[in-house]
């Protein structure tokens, strides 16, 4: 395996874990008192947080949220496994594994973009961001590298 197919996996292994870092994390929006996740919200009570999942009585624009991320995930996943073709021997058929890659990777990372142009635009300047919300919109741009490397794979 050469050593750009090693940087490019690397970079779609780390875009893939920082997303389900910030998918699974509580701190999307915070302030001194609270804070809010995709999936649960935690107030402070004395030194403890007390947390309560949202269940599927949020507004609509988590459900938009949670279903592009989790879409974004996917497509990462394929880029991830199409990457790591090479080292585990694993065969798309006649699909150009760097292809199929660079595609998902792109992919993934309009999903980002779009789960997080809709949070951004509904949360905007009614709360502070916390550092998920931060690490879900660094996704993007990685996901973006790791599909430009990918199509230099394939080119190669």
């Known amino acids: 395996m050469e050593p750009q197919q090693i940087g490019t996996l690397a970079c779609a292994c780390i875009s893939l874990l920082l997303l389900l870092i910030a998918l699974c994390s509580n701190n999307w929006l915070e302030n001194s008192f609270s804070h809010t996740g995709l999936w649960k919200s935690c107030v402070n009570v004395g030194m403890v947080y007390k947390c309560v999942a949202h269940g599927m009585n949020v507004k609509d624009y988590y459900h ?93």
């Open 64 to 156: 938009a949220t949670r279903t592009f991320m989790f879409l974004g995930m996917f497509a990462g996943a394929v880029s991830c496994i199409g990457l790591s073709g090479p080292i585990f021997g694993l065969q798309l058929g006649s699909l150009s594994k760097a292809k199929t890659a660079a595609i998902a990777s792109l992919l993934a990372a309009l999903f980002v973009m779009i789960a997080m142009a809709v949070f951004t635009g509904e949360t905007g300047g009614k709360a502070s961001y916390g550092w998920s919300f931060c690490v879900a919109w660094a996704t993007f741009p990685l996901f973006l590298i790791t599909g430009g490397l990918a199509f230099c794979l394939n080119a190669a």
